[in-house]
C-alpha cells in the first residue's frame, strides 16, 4: 500500500512537470511585438487589478492587463480613474473585444514601467528587473 502511494504521489509529480507552467503569462508575451508596439491615449475609467479599462480618444475602450498586484505596490505605482493616460504597448483583438498589453503607462507625468524591451514582464524572472527598475519621474 505504502508503496503504491508513493508511485502515485510520484506519477502525479512527473506529469504535472510535463505541461507547461503558466501559460496565459506565454499567450501575453507572444501577443506583444516590439514591431507592432502602439501608442494609445485615453482616460482610465475602471480599475480592478489585474485588469483596467481604457477609453482611448477614438472612442475604443480597451481592456488592460496590468499584471500582477504585488509589482504595482512593491514599485508604489497607482493607475488613477479619470486621468489623461498614455499607454505604449501591443493591441490584440479576441472575440470583439479590444486587449492592451502595455509596456509603459504615463499618468501624471509618472511612468509605469511593466516590460524589458523586448516584452518580458518585469515581474517574472525573464525580464530580470523583478520590480528593479522602479518608477521613473
Known amino acids: 500500500m505504502q508503496k503504491s502511494l508513493i508511485l ?3 506519477t502525479f509529480f512527473i506529469s504535472i512537470s510535463a505541461f507547461p507552467q503558466n501559460q496565459n503569462q506565454k499567450k501575453n508575451i507572444n ?17 480592478q487589478h489585474p485588469l483596467a479599462e481604457l477609453k ?5 475602450t480597451y481592456t488592460m492587463r496590468l499584471g500582477p498586484l504585488w509589482f504595482w505596490n512593491k ?3 497607482e493607475l488613477k480613474v479619470g486621468e489623461k493616460t498614455e499607454v ?6 479576441e472575440n470583439g473585444k479590444l486587449y492592451l ?4 503607462i504615463i499618468q501624471d ?20 528587473g523583478m520590480g528593479k527598475q522602479g518608477r521613473k519621474n
Do not use: H
Not at 482611448?56 to 475604443?60: E, L, M, R, T, V
Not at 498589453?101 to 509603459?104: G, K, L, R, Y
Open 75 to 77: 514599485n508604489k505605482y
Open 8 to 10: 502515485l504521489i510520484f
Open 56 to 60: 482611448a480618444s477614438d472612442g475604443k
Open 31 to 47: 501577443r506583444w511585438s516590439a514591431t507592432k508596439t502602439i501608442t494609445i491615449e485615453g482616460e482610465v475609467i475602471k480599475v
Open 109 to 128: 507625468k509618472t511612468t509605469i514601467t511593466l516590460t524589458g524591451d523586448t516584452g518580458q514582464p518585469l515581474w517574472s524572472k525573464g525580464g530580470k
Open 88 to 93: 505604449k504597448g501591443s493591441v490584440a483583438e
Open 101 to 104: 498589453f502595455p509596456s509603459t
